[in-house]
């Protein structure tokens, strides 16, 4: 089945540091990546939907320059929390659908990252 | 909000039990997803009902859609200790690429 690899799974950094964290697809090609951000028994939240070649589409009340996106590539997509602070910690979740998959394909995520900001 | 609607939050039944949850939502869809999420993992698909479907199964699960109440249920039957997870429901609206997410039902089985 279709893989989506998230790294790091978990990062603990202090306060004011940017943290990257990768989104790749590993078996198949995704013009279309989401970024989601989650808090302890909460939903997921739509941050931004990274669209490859071109800018990414921001979610309402979500940073632009806080949250950088870049999906350079079919198969990988990159988050940048940029001088994170302790209300950025959070899980966050990406996701991926297939290009060229057949019929209505639904979205394919990683497993996570916690990112804790002391 | 975007976000639909999940309920219950939270339900705990023994093993061996069925489990239905409920998920509402607001505008016309394309379809409308269930995902499970295990603690501190990424969400796995489950099924996919589209918004022409009433009824879908995948082996232990029955989803139904009732596009004029805009209401999902996920019945999961014969329940698991490993089925313990959150479960989320989410909607593919018409002309959007997004999901929406609802608010999702923990479910605990015990044992």
């Known amino acids: 089945g279709a893989v989506v690899s998230q790294h790091p799974s978990w990062v603990i950094c202090k306060s004011g540091t940017s943290v990257k964290i990768e989104c790749r697809s590993l078996?198949?090609?995704?013009?279309?990546m989401f970024w989601y951000r989650q808090f302890p028994k909460q939903s997921l939240m739509l941050m931004a939907t990274?669209?490859?070649?071109?800018?990414?589409?921001?979610e309402q009340g979500v940073e632009k320059d806080k949250f950088l996106i870049n999906h350079a590539s079919l198969t990988l997509s990159t988050l940048t929390v940029t001088s994170a602070h302790p209300e950025d910690s959070s899980f966050y979740i990406c996701?991926?659908?297939?290009?060229f998959g057949t019929g209505v394909q639904p979205q394919h995520f990683g497993d996570g990252t916690r990112l804790s900001i002391l | 909000s975007q976000q639909g609607e999940e309920d219950p939050q939270a339900l705990s039944i023994q093993e061996g039990e069925n489990a239905t949850m409920n998920c509402s939502y607001k505008?016309?869809?394309?379809?409308l997803q269930w995902y499970r999420q295990n603690s501190g993992r990424g969400l796995v698909h489950l099924i996919l009902?589209?918004?022409?479907?009433r009824e879908k199964h995948s082996g232990r699960l029955r989803v139904t859609l009732d596009t004029s109440k805009k209401s999902s249920s996920l019945l999961i039957t014969a329940s698991r200790a490993a089925d313990t997870a959150s479960y989320f429901c989410?909607?593919?609206?018409?002309?959007?690429?997004?999901?929406?997410f609802g608010q999702g039902t923990r479910l605990t089985i015990n044992p």
């Open positions: 009902i589209r918004s022409n479907e």
């Open positions: 990274s669209n490859e070649g071109s800018k990414a589409t921001y």
């Open positions: 996701s991926a659908r297939d290009l």
């Open positions: 078996d198949f090609q995704a013009t279309t």
């Open positions: 989410a909607t593919d609206a018409r002309g959007a690429q997004k999901l929406v």
């Open positions: 505008t016309s869809i394309n379809n």
